[in-house]
C-alpha cells in the first residue's frame, strides 16, 4: 500500500525543513485565517526551501479568485481551497486540490468533481482532500464508514484529526491514496512539532512497508 504524506500548516523552517527531510510527498502553507497563517511574502520565503520533487500547496478555505490568483504569482504546485470557491484559471504546472467537508452529502459532492488523475508516482493532482466536519484545522475526525465508500471510488487525500498515533490504524480503515495532517503535529496551535512530524511520516512508511511485506 503506498500511502502518500502531506504536511500542513508549516509556519517555520524548523517544521518545513522536518517535514521534507522526513520523506514527506507534499508540504502546505496557509493562507487562510488561521493560527497558521503565513503572509504571501512568507510563504515565498518559504516555498523556496522545499526541495524539488516534493509538492508545494497554498492553502485556502473558501477563497475568492482574486486570493488564489495572487497565490498564483508565488508558482505552487497546487492551490487547496474547499468546494464553492472561485476558482482562476489555472496556469500549466498548478493544479487545483478540493476540499470537501465530512457529511451526509460528501459523497454525491465527490462525484460531481471526480477528475483524471495525475501520472506522476507522488503527485496529489486529481485527488480530492476530505477534512472533518466545520473547516480545517479543527482535529475533527471524518466518519469512518463514509470515507471508505468515498476511498473506494476515488483518490482521497484523507484528513481531520490525523496524528501520528491514529494515523496507521485510519489508513487501513479507509485506505486513501494520501493523509494530510496539520494541528495533530503541533506542540501548540500553529506551532509545528518537528519530532512529532518525522514521527508522523514514519508511522506511515512503516505501514506500507508491512503491507507490502504481508503482499509478499
Known amino acids: 500500500m503506498k500511502v502518500r504524506v502531506k504536511v ?3 509556519t517555520d523552517e524548523a517544521a518545513l525543513e522536518a517535514a521534507c527531510e522526513a520523506g ?6 496557509v493562507l487562510a485565517p488561521s493560527p497558521r497563517r ?12 522545499v526541495p524539488a520533487g516534493i509538492e508545494r500547496v497554498l492553502v485556502f478555505a473558501l477563497a475568492r479568485r482574486d486570493e488564489l490568483s495572487r497565490a498564483l504569482d508565488l508558482g505552487p504546485d497546487a492551490l487547496q481551497a474547499e468546494l464553492g470557491s472561485e476558482w482562476p484559471e489555472l496556469s500549466r504546472g498548478t493544479y487545483a486540490l478540493p476540499v470537501l467537508r465530512d457529511g451526509p452529502h460528501v459523497e454525491a459532492h465527490a462525484a460531481e468533481l471526480s477528475r483524471p488523475r495525475s501520472t506522476a508516482a507522488s503527485s496529489l493532482h486529481g485527488a480530492l482532500m476530505l477534512d472533518g466536519p466545520r473547516g480545517g484545522g479543527r482535529g475533527l475526525p471524518v466518519d469512518l464508514e463514509r470515507a471508505a ?7 482521497i487525500v484523507l484528513a481531520g484529526g490525523l496524528t501520528p498515533d491514529n494515523v ?10 494520501a493523509v494530510d495532517a496539520s494541528s495533530g503535529l503541533e506542540r501548540t496551535p500553529g506551532v509545528k512539532d518537528p519530532e512529532r512530524i518525522r514521527a508522523f511520516v514514519r508511522a506511515v512508511r512503516r505501514l506500507e512497508r508491512e503491507s507490502l511485506e504481508v503482499s509478499t
Not at 504571501?40 to 520565503?45: Q, S, Y
Open 8 to 10: 500542513c500548516g508549516l
Open 24 to 29: 514527506a510527498d507534499a508540504v502546505g502553507l
Open 38 to 49: 503565513v503572509t504571501l511574502a512568507r510563504a515565498r520565503e518559504l516555498l523556496r526551501r
Open 149 to 155: 465508500r468515498l476511498a473506494s471510488r476515488h483518490p
Open 168 to 177: 496507521a490504524a485510519r489508513t487501513c480503515a479507509i485506505r486513501p491514496f
